[in-house]
């Protein structure tokens, strides 16, 4: 009896809490669409902001958003990749490695603004990039490294250590085996470590406003050296800045619907992905 109770207890819990994290989750998306939707259009989605930011569209943030994820998912990648590949596979174990990945994992949890200081010391000032969108892409790039390494080291380490032994007693080399056997199986761990990454490039404000926001622009970027709009800081923009709050608001409110429309889409296509890899080569 008193099993039962507290089987049924721990249940009404768990369903609890799903349930409250749903409910904050959809009246955050109710919210900002309700809002958002009103000034939705596609004038909006095509056009750059005007009329001190009153009217026009938001453009040149989306374009500039998007350039900034790729530069800093091309940089972090291939590192975060070799990093993982090299810990599980290749490094011997003991306390440093341990040491390592402890230091990783502590790395994720540095304050963004402190990532923006030091791209702004970094890349801006010391490489003479400048304020731009190559410093900005960088600077995510680095904020984004330990959760991609994070998450391709949990997936390199879900792969059963028999699949490597049986790889290897057919006569395979090492890095064959992980680049036929281990990599193909870990993908759809790796995807979710890059799409956490992605919203959170998205989604950053701190970094990109000291190495490569711009208040306003009326075109699109010409080169990797040049200044950008992007949609969190042009959301803060447009509720601090400004001399017209009634309609910036509702334009800031139209810019967060965007920027939540492109983190579900990503995260939907991302789950499209890991679903077909995992029926791929299920392990």
């Known amino acids: 009896m008193k099993r039962n109770f507290t089987q049924t207890l721990g249940f009404t819990f768990l369903f609890s809490s799903l349930a409250l994290t749903l409910l904050v989750l959809f009246s955050i998306i109710y ?31 989306i374009v500039g958003t998007f350039y900034l994820a790729l530069i800093a998912i091309l940089f972090s990648l291939p590192l975060a990749l070799a990093c993982a590949i090299y810990l599980c596979e290749y490094s011997p174990k ?11 994992n502590n790395l994720a949890g540095v304050p963004s603004v402190v990532f923006g200081l030091f791209g702004l010391a970094i890349f801006v000032k010391f490489l003479k990039f400048g304020v731009s969108m190559l410093s900005g892409g ?16 949990e997936a390199l380490l879900a792969v059963p250590h028999s699949i490597r032994e049986a790889s290897l007693a057919l006569g395979a ?15 759809p761990g790796i995807l979710t470590g890059i799409v956490l990454s992605i919203g959170r490039v998205v989604g950053e404000t701190a ?77």
């Open 31 to 61: 919210f900002i669409g309700v809002r958002g939707f009103r000034v939705l259009s596609w004038t909006f989605l095509t056009q750059a902001p005007r009329q001190a930011m009153t009217a026009g569209g938001v453009a040149p943030a």
């Open 94 to 104: 003991g306390w440093v490695v341990n040491f390592i990945r402890v230091g990783i």
């Open 138 to 153: 960088l600077t995510l790039g680095i904020l984004v490294l330990p959760v991609i390494i994070s998450a391709a080291q």
């Open 173 to 187: 080399t090492q890095w064959q085996t992980i680049r036929r056997i281990v990599l193909p199986a870990a993908l």
């Open 207 to 283: 970094p990109i406003l000291f190495t490569a926001a711009a208040f306003y622009l009326r075109g699109f970027p010409k080169s990797v050296f040049s200044e950008v709009m992007a949609l969190p800081y042009h959301i803060y923009a447009l509720m601090t800045e400004g001399t017209h709050p009634k309609e910036q608001t509702g334009m800031a409110y139209g810019c967060s619907l965007v920027l939540l429309l492109l983190v579900l889409a990503i995260s939907a296509l991302a789950v499209f992905l890991r679903q077909r890899q995992r029926g791929r080569f299920h392990v």
